[in-house]
């Protein structure tokens, strides 16, 4: 598609020369044959580039009028590219960094006065992960990073999006991050996965200290075929979560039981719907806050997902108190439903001998809703 804005004004100029002027071939004179103008928008502008194009002048050369383009060039950017590298770094790392969407990485980069059209940045990403698959297939790099620290740790695993689909298989080295091989297998038996073991130990330069994985049995059996000497353990994560496996099951019984204590929010945000007054607004925030902490769920078993909500209701029930002691009293809408009242609020009564005046010296009862350290238990 054609461009329907004009290009942004530059705010830089560069002047880009051939590092030699003799000719790689036949070591003769290279003449400046003429120049050309590209315009590169990095991080800290847009770049107006001069080239200085050389040609050799000896007819009997192979290179005889061969275009001589200065080697600076492809680090600004891409051949026929508008953005430097260094933009295209910074969308990969808002994509796989920060999670962020095409639309939020857009925004970002306007923020950073770079123009560009939403689909430029989906275009980006394209070349972003063709980069990055051309230094992970760089096996010369590979092979000597590899052979400066001696050994590798294998570290071997599968992923599969949904039941039915391919497993994507992973083998990487744990002492330098390196992913040694990765390809997408329609079943996980055992004799796939030796193929993919064989693949990685022939390519290897230095001998294998060991090997981690999750523990299936395919895989068990695949490695003690393909590495029969090689220490094979469990993954510390698997391990932890295998070890605190009792910790979880009775931190979820008590993270249900927490939940059938908190229920009754709805009704109030319905009372609440059409008021916007402080007080309705403040109600609405501590009914978020409770939606908040239900829905929250830790990671077991670093984060107990049970303890979470337990930490986060008494942080809501405290809050409430500091409120109703710096009110002297409690924040109950004036024109809550009966429903929602019996769900969490209680109103004084208007008649009685509760309603008489209250003497000097009087202490006015706390009527917030809050949960009980026994319906906490």
């Not at 689909?165 to 040694?180: A, F, K, M, P, Q």
Request: charged share 25%.
């Amino acid at each position: 598609m054609a461009r329907r804005t004009r290009r942004p004004v530059p705010t830089h100029h560069q002047l880009l020369e051939s590092c030699s002027d003799r000719c790689l071939q036949c070591q003769g004179p290279l003449w400046v044959a003429y120049t050309n103008g590209r315009t590169v928008t990095t991080l800290t502008g847009v770049y107006r580039l001069t080239l200085r194009i050389r040609r050799c002048i000896n007819p009997a050369c192979p290179r005889y009028h061969q275009a001589y383009r200065p080697e600076e060039e492809g680090a600004w950017a891409l051949p026929h590219g508008e953005f430097g590298f260094d933009v295209i770094a910074l969308i990969g790392a808002l994509r796989y960094t920060e999670h962020r969407s095409v639309p939020e990485i857009h925004q970002q980069l306007l923020i950073r006065n770079i123009q560009l059209a939403e689909r430029t940045v989906t275009y980006l990403l394209q070349r972003y992960e063709e980069l990055v698959t051309l230094r992970l297939a760089d096996h010369v790099r590979l092979r000597t990073r590899l052979t400066a620290q001696g050994q590798v740790l294998l570290a071997l695993d599968g992923l599969q999006p949904d039941r039915g689909h391919e497993v994507l298989w992973v083998i990487r080295d744990c002492l330098s991050g390196e992913v040694l091989l990765a390809r997408s297998l329609l079943s996980s038996t055992q004799g796939d996965l030796v193929a993919l073991l064989r693949e990685v130990k022939q390519a290897l330069p230095v001998p294998v200290c060991g090997v981690i994985s999750d523990g299936q049995e395919t895989i068990r059996t695949a490695v003690q075929a393909v590495f029969p000497t090689v220490p094979h353990q469990l993954c510390q994560f698997h391990y932890l979560r295998e070890a605190a496996l009792p910790i979880f099951e009775a931190d979820r019984h008590a993270k249900t039981t927490l939940q059938k204590h908190i229920r009754g929010v709805r009704p109030l945000e319905r009372a609440l719907e059409g008021r916007a007054d402080v007080e309705a607004a403040t109600i609405r925030g501590y009914c978020l806050a409770v939606r908040s902490a239900i829905t929250d769920d830790g990671r077991p078993p670093l984060s107990a997902p049970g303890l979470r909500l337990y930490d986060r209701l008494h942080a809501i029930e405290a809050s409430i108190d500091r409120v109703g002691q710096e009110k002297g009293g409690c924040l109950w809408p004036s024109r809550i439903s009966n429903s929602s009242c019996s769900a969490g609020w209680r109103r004084q009564p208007r008649s009685g001998p509760r309603c008489a005046k209250r003497m000097s010296g009087c202490i006015r009862r706390r009527t917030s809703w809050r949960i009980t350290s026994s319906r906490m238990g």
